[in-house]
């Protein structure tokens, strides 16, 4: 579907409240050039920051330089190590609207509010970085936005449990291009190719309910 013919009652009725993902292409029309998000940039604008990266299912601490650097390195190992939840006010120093100066309307999706206050996250990293099989913390659905590079999507409904036993929902995530998550759906992300993605998270009306993903 098309960002731009995506209005919030749209998006509501027809996905939402169905818990049914979509994609919406050119999501990004009004941010301008996405060029301008490319390693370069990063690397610009945040020479000496301190990520934390994760890997074998554990968070370090290491220079950002060094990680963009290394990425030939990284995508070489079994379990490439990820740049994930890097938080946008964090990268921004409190100035998103500058840098991303309109969020679609439907993106603003529901009135409740993510526990950290900040529901938006940016995810850096090479070919072979993945975010394996599980549902999102709360239980909140979201939107993963496409910025550089392209994802391989694997999403699993709620209904199918185990979800293991089931082919999943393929999808190919590309620049520009925005994901919608339900609440509840098993989602596996890997990059195809050196990545920068943004996610906005949200609540549902029932995040009390857990799903076991297993």
Known sequence: VEASELTYNLFESQYLTQNKPVVADNIFSSFGDLEIYNLDWWLTKYPNAQVDVSRLGKQCQMGFHDYIHQFQYWASLNDVPYLSDW???TVFEGQTGKYLPHIPNFLVDWPNIYPDENPG????????????????????????????????????????????????????????QGLFIPPFWVHEITALSVSVSVQWRYLCNHCDEEVDAE
């Open 87 to 89: 938080k946008i006010d």
């Open 121 to 176: 996250y940016f995810f850096i990293g090479p070919e072979g970085t993945v975010s394996k099989a599980h549902t999102d913390a709360h239980n909140s659905h979201g939107w993963l936005l496409q910025i550089q590079g392209q994802k391989l999507c694997k999403l699993w409904p709620s209904s199918l449990i185990p979800y293991k036993d089931y082919e999943p929902m393929l999808l190919h995530l590309k620049p520009g």
